[in-house]
């Protein structure tokens, strides 16, 4: 059984380009959530997708945007790159409850 | 908001040492409680839960238990090893949210010394 999946695995982007970040849940989950975690500090919550639509926000910037595809696998877009988006991405999904994380992206914008 | 305060590391150890990682929050709901860990390199495993008051949880000889008193969940592990090497954050959380997006602390990276 995979578990969660995220590509690519590291990414260099130039201030002012835009990214797109692929995640596929584990199977029999339908919740894709993302995290942002910069270096030294804990994952701040960008957004999470059920049944297709965005439920909960955190507090991003509308430069962060989202998709979640009818097999669950979701996209997270990023515009107008910021050095200060340099981070760790990671992606999480789950059924009911308890959140499996993906071993992330790291993205350098630079 | 929800917060989340986890004391600061590093903290640094000796095989067989006693391990304690505080972590008390802030909830305006009545949260789950978690405790993640990440290796070097890697993304989140989770570690242990507990979802309602004086709940214990453990797991590979890591133990937790929701204070609802203290609105604390302090991770505790009485002989570590050197593999026990990594960051561990506090999450929390809401469950009377819908969704169930998580509260993270900041971190606390632990090393284990052989």
């Known amino acids: 059984d995979a578990g969660v999946t995220q590509s690519p695995t590291h990414l260099i982007k130039t201030r002012g380009q835009q990214v797109t970040l692929r995640c596929s849940p584990k199977?029999?989950?339908?919740?894709v959530s993302w995290y942002q975690q910069a270096l030294g500090q804990g994952p701040q919550f960008i957004f999470q997708?059920?049944?297709?639509?965005?439920?909960q926000r955190g507090n991003f910037p509308d430069r962060f945007s989202g998709h979640q595809f009818p097999n669950y696998s979701s996209e997270l877009n990023v515009n107008a790159l910021l050095l200060g988006d340099s981070a760790l991405y990671l992606c999480?999904?789950?059924?009911?409850?308890?959140?499996?994380f993906g071993p992330g992206t790291r993205l350098t914008v630079t | 908001g929800d917060s989340v305060t986890q004391m600061e590391g590093p903290v640094t150890l000796s095989e067989e040492a006693f391990l304690t990682i505080n972590c008390t929050y802030t909830?305006?709901?009545?949260?789950?409680l978690f405790w993640y860990v990440q290796y070097p390199g890697e993304g989140l495993q989770l570690l242990l839960k507990?979802?309602?008051?004086?709940d214990k949880g453990s797991n590979k000889g890591f133990e937790a238990t929701y204070r609802k008193e203290t609105t604390s969940f302090h991770l505790e592990k009485g002989s570590v090893q050197v593999s026990d090497s990594a960051v561990y954050f506090c999450a929390l959380s809401d469950r009377g949210a819908a969704g169930n997006k998580l509260t993270f602390g900041g971190g606390t990276r632990v090393l284990v010394k052989p």
């Open positions: 507990a979802t309602k008051a004086d």
């Open positions: 999480a999904s789950s059924l009911i409850s308890e959140q499996y």
């Open positions: 199977s029999g989950h339908d919740t």
């Open positions: 909830a305006t709901g009545y949260p789950s």
């Open positions: 997708y059920y049944e297709e639509e965005e439920r």
